[in-house]
């Protein structure tokens, strides 16, 4: 087993989008499954060190310690500390938490690490990882963190961030001595506004003020809300953080899951939010115009406000030039710290998800993350800076890999997703990948080719041509299974592989390009293929293979084992079992073998043994087939975690296995027993997916459901030369078999690469393989016995005729001799089946149709006992008979022995009270009038109760006596509700009897309507469901529309009692004598009613219906007389009865009008009373909810002051834990001091020692020395250099500082150099001076750091004291609010709310919207309020008559004004008439209308005139109509004349227009000689113009003129004068 230790990682590719971490300026670690990955961003160069037994967990780097430090996952992990660049072991930390860490971070200069961890301790920890120490711890105590940081420029601050919190801390030292501090940070709420963020003003800081007017309902949900503020804010929703960085100023900018952008200053303490998608931000003009031209230059650039939304702050990092924020839109921008508008000042577009950013430890680069599995660096320095992908390795869980063959230098490996990629084995470098659009879920490589089956989700085999790694081609493609392709197994052979499914097939294929890799045959297993294996022994039996293949059924496994023929496409047709090319059983002798376990996958070590996997037990099993007979040989302890499978070696030497717990174990054939775990795969994330040897057995690659794909190889060196020889012989064992595959592998090359490639997969949905193959078949099959089919159809049919026809025969013949239905069927078995069939179908059913019925049946138990068994008065209502009006009774549950045992007590203790209060008497006469006044008592109740038993409003002081008033209240409820009822029960039996009495006069009416004849309607008035609740849990068979199922014997049974009763009815059907002769001499009856003798007509006599009334005789006649007499008296008794009949019914339908109203006037009483008691209930249960209000109150005010005094308490407690800090520190500064005076001491002593020291010297050279000895060198102090010192740097953070210390010893060693002895001392004294100076110059740092020391204690003592005041302080401020809330509760106690009772007209207050409030109001005596009503009427009386008499005084001086305008009025309108008269013109027509003497006989005349024009008008109408119509017929002839002269011209202008070009021509040729007579037309045609516009104007001259001429003719006519 000494080999598998020598399993080194090679290299492992994957990433998942986690923050990448920069430990120098260009080396970025990250996770990458069980190793870490160290990559050179510049180079690409990548470094690995695997974790222990356990994955990677959190981890953080110090580029300034150059240090590593992780955590693992598990129980009470421990922190690894890893130094770089050399990757050793610094040391590990533990007991820091006992689960899992959640964060880590480094101090940026201290040696300090930063611990917070998750559930269940929530703690934060700091370290000092050089000692490994906890220096302090602090819980979380509400909402804890899962991200901390550090403040770059101050080490004692850290901002700690969670999904629903974000806490500033702080960390404070003295003397060795370490604490921490939380402040949590309140949150906004998601949609808060932009700006400054103000004190929150939720409900729970507002006092708890309920509103006057509540419901029963409100007070129970009130019971369920606490008034506290500090223990339901947080129930409020809150922006979520998701990432947080610092800046400069000791700002911290946080970016949440919605898009809020939120700024805070951790030394004001405010909060400034930058955006928020949630609200529109207030824009002003500027930023308008601003917009505008951004969007006209193109661009993202704008308001981050505008651009940002949901999840596009995901990653946020501070920079000196803005802020760069990034998310899952893909985006990265650059963002202004403007913390009014922020602005978009530049943007990327990675076109993927980004979720991390990370800055190099130099800030000049920014790497980007994508959980695709892209890696993104970006150098913002430079202008123009564009994305460059660093990484592009996709991400997705793997699924399969597999070593390309024959070199073994290529992986391909394939994710679930559709994404196959080929890998370098030396480099670990991606040389190619496609996409299949489709999910995969498994991979092998060939053996005789480079290509590779990939087996997809939906059972497709998917071929790609690997012969150019760089560019794979997609050359095959085939559905060969319904289910997922689970496995594919490659035959050693190289010209078989075996597919296996859910479906239950193994697909047997030829791996031959040259065979276009046809499927070959099948072999059918039961249940779904967990494992296929096969091996090929070369030297033995190179013509046949043996496979193994395990199969789950109902949780119960099976083993197949067969031989197969490794040329099976050449086998004869006896290999197979049908034409389906399934395998026939007895040719490769297969062996079904069931085993005892579940089994997961199969692996053969032998022709005859196999090892699988027992999932459930996680053991490795090795079982013996020999024969067809399963022996189990081994059985060896395997992984953690159940499930797992089992791959052998190519040289069978060495088995592994891999399961979902993320190790390898590796075992040697034959030795089962030891095994070598390795961990490879995080088993949180699902473990290990696959694991694949090379064809030498020299690499390993396996995958994990993480996403990492891993490669190991072995190294040898530290093998025995033994081992070393066993192994390099097995490998060279498999060398050699797959070397004689060499010819093969060329030839299917060439065929490969002569392959057409296709596009892309799409045969998803098209049919399987066998599918394919069986329908062939199939229709083969019916080809071949075409003729007898159409022969068996044929006669099929002519038996279902005669089939057909005996059941028609049979159905006429009479029912002894007619056979049943089911004597007619021919194929027995099928009936059979069918009727079975049908029996489990109706077995189901019944099944359900139990089920739910026993639910129903439940349901109904359920319902009818909480809601009718448990009440002592059933809810019911009663209704009108005429009309819609619904009364219904008050509903009472059962008192349960608990209420009544209360209602007992309470009962007892008020009569206690009364009887107390009798004996002392005298003292309560007034408060007895009180209590009996109905408005001071709340409610009706003393209207409808005798003796309601309740307690005066003004004693109810306590909580006890509130609780016992609503029970007694409840209790008088219950008296009203009972009081009703008991109406409500006497008007319901009224009913009752009314509805019997209406119904026997109803069924008389009935009668009556009968005899006369009449088809009038009559209902019987009844109950409705309403009023008879009970029939709501009845169900008649009426109701049910369905039929009933009777069972088989309820059948026989029903069967009998018809025939019982056929058989009674027979009986009483036969010769009954009696019935006979009544029916005869009686018909039927034996009494004779009068109303039915009425009823039967006369017969009348033979002669009147034979013979004519001439022929009749005298008697005939004197019969025929008296027959009409008879006849006229039953009229008449007819009619009397008639009569009577009508009467009797009148009265009876008057009798039921009148019933019924009596009684509807009875309900409506009844409603009426029952509003009354309603609207007392009400006032009552008003009582109630008051009660419950005032307890909630008092309770919340108990509560309060319980939750102040525990404050104070724990002020107090921390006031006592201060004043020991303080004397603690007090007492450490006197130590101080008291060493301080010590080394003081010391140090003089040493002063003196000097001159005792160079006492052999003489005294000038001693003075030189003396001035030596106290010369000290003069350190400039060092300054910060910050980025607005230097622009060399592009770090924001960028801060050098130099020990002062240090920089003295410099100077001090420059100082004790040669140069600068004096020329008197010899080089032995120089010596001694130097030492001699030097352990003073120590002894002087010594007393200066000393004494730092004692001022730290100081400042730290100062800052305990400022503590202590400001708890001094809050215990005041406490102390003091529990005082007001005790004042508060007392006069709460003292101050009760009474319900009163007022009338109309009482109530003097305004009524609000939706209720009104009393809180401002008095409750005045009503004397008061009648004698200010009486002053008030005598003195509106007094206002009315002054106001009577200015009226009458002003309706006179009214009047006149009317008069005075009417005349003036009338005057105005005579003048415009008479002004009307002399300007009227006199015409013909109004001096004929004048001076005529009958204008009613000219008019009559004039229209006689008229009349005849009209006539004569019509008649020259149509004459010229008439004619029009031959002018329009003689034009149309014209027209037609035209036409056709047009088309003659037509033909004449084509000649014409080539005469005319001819003579253009000739005139073009002319147009010289012509020019002089053109002028002169020219000449002519002005001349022209010029006599026609005089013309014109001339004519205008004459119109005015001749109008002029009018108006002077005008004036000639006579004019009125007008007479102003």
């Avoid at 601050?157 to 501090?181: A, L, P, R």
């Avoid at 961990?679 to 473990?687: D, K, N, R």
């Avoid at 003292?1390 to 007022?1398: F, G, T, V, Y």
């Avoid at 088309?1543 to 010289?1568: F, H, N, Y």
């Amino acid at each position: 087993m000494s080999c598998f230790s020598q399993l080194e990682l090679s290299w492992s590719q994957g990433y998942d989008g986690q923050r990448l971490r920069f430990v120098d300026k260009k080396t970025a670690i990250s996770v990458c499954g069980c190793t870490m990955k160290l990559t050179d961003t510049t180079t690409g160069k990548e470094r690995s060190f695997k974790s222990g037994i356990n994955p990677f967990g959190v981890f953080a780097v110090s580029p300034s310690a150059q240090m590593i430090a992780y955590a693992e996952k598990k129980l009470n992990p421990t922190i690894q500390l890893i130094s770089f660049p050399d990757l050793t072991s610094e040391g590990t930390l533990s007991d820091g938490c006992m689960m899992e860490y959640a964060d880590m971070a480094f101090t940026p200069m201290e040696p300090f690490l930063l611990t917070c961890s998750s559930l269940p301790d929530f703690k934060l920890s700091l370290w000092n990882y050089k000692t490994g120490q906890i220096l302090s711890n602090l819980v979380i105590k509400s909402h804890p963190g899962n991200t901390v940081s550090f403040n770059p420029l101050n080490w004692k601050q850290f901002c700690v961030t969670g999904d629903q919190s974000f806490h500033i801390g702080t960390i404070e030292t003295s003397n060795e001595k370490f604490s921490m501090k939380l402040h949590t940070v309140e949150l906004p709420q998601p949609n808060v506004s932009l700006g400054p963020v103000l004190e929150s003003d939720d409900i729970f800081h507002k006092r708890f003020v309920p509103s006057p007017i509540l419901t029963a309902e409100s007070v129970k949900v009130a019971s369920t809300l606490s008034p506290l503020h500090d223990k339901y804010k947080d129930k409020l929703k809150r922006v979520a953080p998701t990432a947080h960085c610092w800046s400069l100023g000791s700002v911290v900018y946080v970016g949440c899951v919605d898009g809020q952008l939120l700024h805070y200053d951790t030394t004001s303490g405010t909060m400034i939010v930058l955006t928020n998608p949630l609200v529109e931000a207030k824009e002003k003009s500027e930023l308008d115009l601003k917009l505008k031209e951004d969007e006209e230059e193109g661009g993202e650039s704008g308001a981050a406000q505008k651009i940002l939304c949901k999840g596009d702050l995901e990653a946020i990092e501070f920079y000196q030039d803005g802020l760069f924020v990034s998310g899952a839109s893909g985006k990265l921008r650059l963002l202004s710290l403007d913390t009014t508008t922020p602005m978009v000042i530049d943007s990327w577009d990675t076109k993927v998800p980004i979720s991390s950013l990370s800055w190099s430890t130099a800030y000049d680069k920014l790497l980007l993350g994508s959980p695709g599995g892209v890696v993104f660096s970006l150098f913002p320095s430079n202008k123009h800076a564009d994305l460059n992908t660093l990484l592009n390795i996709k991400c997705g869980p793997m699924v399969g890999a597999d070593f390309v063959c024959p070199t073994n230098s290529q992986v391909i490996s394939c994710r679930k997703n559709g994404i196959v990629q080929v890998w370098s084995t030396e480099t670990a470098e991606q040389i190619s990948s496609i996409v299949l659009n489709s999910e995969i879920s498994t991979i092998v490589c060939s053996q005789s080719s480079r290509s590779a089956f990939i087996g997809l989700s939906s059972g497709v085999l998917v071929v790609l041509d690997l012969n150019s790694p760089e560019s794979p081609r997609i050359v095959y493609e085939e559905r060969i299974h319904s289910g997922p392709i689970t496995h594919i197994t490659l035959d050693m052979s190289g010209k078989l592989f075996f597919t296996g499914s859910t479906d239950g097939h193994v697909i047997v294929l030829d791996t031959r390009a040259s065979n276009k890799f046809r499927c070959l045959a099948h072999i059918d297993v039961e249940g779904e293929v967990s494992g296929i294996a096969s091996i090929h022994q070369l030297k033995v039996d190179k013509d046949w293979c043996y496979v193994a293949i395990t199969s789950v059924s109902k949780n119960q496994s099976m083993v197949t084992h067969a031989k197969l023929p490794v040329d099976l496409s050449q086998q004869p047709k006896e290999a197979f079992n049908d034409e389906t090319f399934r395998l026939d059983d007895t040719f490769i002798k297969r062996s079904n073998c069931p085993l005892n376990f579940t089994a997961s996958s199969v692996a053969f070590l032998g022709p005859n043994s196999v090892v699988t996997v027992d999932s459930l037990k996680k053991n490795a099993v090795v079982i013996n087939l020999k024969d067809g007979v399963l022996t189990e040989t081994d059985r060896v302890n395997g992984h953690l975690l159940k499930g797992g499978s089992v791959v052998v070696s190519p040289h069978l030497k060495w088995v592994a296995s891999f399961a979902p717990d993320g190790q390898l174990i590796f075992r040697s054939t034959d030795a089962m027993k030891e095994s070598v775990a390795i961990p490879s795969h995080s088993h949180f994330l699902g473990g290990t997916s696959f694991l694949r040897f090379s064809n030498d057995g020299q690499q390993v690659v396996s995958g994990g459901k993480d996403g990492v794909l891993v490669l190991w190889k072995w190294n040898y060196d530290g093998l025995s030369n033994e081992e070393k020889v066993g192994v390099l012989g097995a490998v060279d064992a498999s060398r050699g078999r797959y070397a004689s595959l060499l010819g093969l592998r060329k030839e299917q090359d060439a065929v490969l690469q002569n392959m057409v490639a296709l596009p892309s997969v799409s045969c998803h949905e098209d049919s399987t393989w066998l599918e394919k193959v069986q329908a062939s078949v199939q229709e083969l099959k019916d080809k071949s016995y075409e003729p007898q089919i159409n022969e068996l159809k044929k006669n099929i049919s002519d038996l279902r005729s005669t089939v057909l026809g005996m059941i028609e025969t049979n159905e006429s013949v009479e029912e002894m001799e007619r056979l049943k239905r089911h004597e007619f069927t021919l194929d027995v078995d099928e009936r059979q089946r069918l009727l079975n069939r049908g029996d489990d179908e109706i077995d189901e059913i019944e099944e359900v149709a139990e089920l739910e019925n026993l639910a129903m049946l439940f349901l109904k138990e359920l319902i009818k006992k909480e809601c009718w068994d448990a009440m002592e008065v059933k809810g019911k209502s009663l209704t009108l008979f005429v009309g819609d009006l619904e009364v219904s009774n008050f509903p009472l549950c059962k008192h349960t022995d608990e209420q009544i045992a209360e209602v007992e007590r309470v009962l007892a203790q008020f009569q206690h009270e009364q009887l107390v209060e009798s004996e002392l008497g005298g003292n309560g006469g007034d408060e007895e009038e009180v209590g009996a006044s109905a408005s001071l008592y709340g409610s009706h109740s003393l209207k409808y109760c005798k003796d309601p038993v309740q307690n005066s409003q003004f004693q109810l002081h306590t909580n006890q006596r509130k609780r016992d008033q609503i029970v007694l209240i409840q209790n008088t409820i219950r008296k009203l509700k009972n009081t009703f009822n008991k109406e409500f029960d006497d008007v319901h039996a009224s009913k009752r009897q009314e509805i019997i009495r209406v119904s026997e006069r109803t069924e008389r009416v009935k009668q009556i309507l009968v005899d006369l004849k009449s088809d009038e309607k009559v209902s019987i008035p009844s109950f409705k469901n309403i009023e008879m609740p009970e029939t709501f849990l009845v169900v008649e068979d009426s109701e049910i529309p369905f039929e009933k199922y009777l069972s088989p014997e309820e059948h026989a049974a029903e069967l009998e009692r018809k025939r019982l009763e056929e058989q009674r009815r027979l009986l009483e059907q036969a010769d009954n004598a009696r019935e006979r002769a009544l029916d005869s001499m009686m018909h039927g009856k034996l009494e004779i009613r009068p109303e039915d003798e009425l009823q039967k007509d006369l017969e009348k006599p033979e002669f009147m219906l034979t013979k004519a009334e001439e022929q009749w005789n005298e008697e005939e006649i004197k019969a025929a007389k008296e027959f009409e007499k008879k006849e006229k008296h039953l009229f008449e008794e007819r009619e009397k009865y008639r009569k009577a009949l009508e009467a009797e019914l009148k009265k009876l339908q008057t009798a039921n009008v009148e019933g019924m109203n009596a009684f509807d006037e009875k309900l409506n009483k009844l409603f009426r009373h029952r509003i009354e008691i309603q609207k007392t209930v009400n006032q009552e249960e008003l009582k109630i909810v008051r009660l419950a209000r005032s307890i909630y109150q008092q309770e919340y005010l108990e509560d309060r002051e319980g939750e102040l005094s525990k404050i104070l308490d724990d002020l107090k407690q921390g006031k006592v834990k201060a004043l020991e800090e303080v004397s603690e520190a007090k007492r450490a500064i006197d130590r101080l001091k008291d060493e301080h005076e010590i080394i003081l001491q010391e140090d003089k002593v040493i002063e003196k020692q000097f001159k005792k020291d160079f006492a052999d010297l003489d005294a000038f050279t001693l003075d030189v020395l003396v001035k030596l000895y106290k010369r000290r060198p003069k350190v400039t102090k060092q300054k910060i250099v910050t980025n607005e010192a230097t622009a060399r740097s592009s770090n924001p953070f960028h801060v050098k500082v130099e020990d002062p210390d240090k920089a003295f010893l410099e100077a001090m060693a420059e100082l004790d150099s040669d140069i600068h002895r004096p020329d008197i001392l010899e080089a032995d004294t120089w010596e001694r001076f130097v030492e001699a100076r030097t352990f003073k110059v120590e002894s002087e740092l010594k007393v200066k750091h000393h004494n730092q020391k004692i001022q730290d204690l100081n400042s730290y003592l100062q800052r305990l004291g400022d503590d202590d005041d400001c708890m001094k302080s809050r215990i005041e401020k406490a102390f003091q609010q529990l005082n007001d809330l005790r004042e508060k509760k007392l006069r709460y106690l003292m101050n009760l709310e009474i319900q009163l009772l007022l009338k109309q007209g009482q109530v003097e207050v305004d009524p609000g919207v939706f209720s009104t409030k009393f809180e401002n109001s008095l409750l005045i005596h009503r004397s008061v309020i009648e004698d200010l009503n009486s002053q008030i009427v005598t003195l509106g009386e007094a206002k009315v008559s002054a106001m009577v008499d200015c009226k009458d005084y002003y309706k006179n001086i009214h009047l006149l004004e009317w008069e005075h305008e009417k005349m003036m009025m009338e005057g105005e309108d005579l003048n415009t008439k008479t002004r009307d008269i002399q300007t009227l013109r006199v015409t013909k027509e109004l001096q004929v209308f004048l001076f005529a003497e009958n204008n009613q006989q000219r008019m009559q005349k004039e229209i006689q005139t008229l009349e005849k024009t009209i006539k004569l008008n019509e008649n020259m109408h149509k004459r010229k109509v008439s004619d029009k119509k031959r002018i329009l017929d003689r034009l149309n002839g014209l027209i037609r004349d035209k036409e056709y002269e047009c088309t003659v011209l037509d033909c004449e202008l084509k000649e014409l227009a080539v005469s005319l070009v001819e003579r253009q021509q000739i005139q073009e040729a002319c147009v010289a000689d012509m020019t002089p007579a053109a002028t002169q037309r020219m000449k002519d045609i002005v001349a022209r113009r010029k006599l026609v516009d005089l013309a014109k104007s001339q004519s205008q001259e004459v119109a005015v003129l001749r109008a002029e001429v009018e108006r002077l003719r005008m004036k000639t006519f006579p004019a009125l004068v007008q007479n102003n």
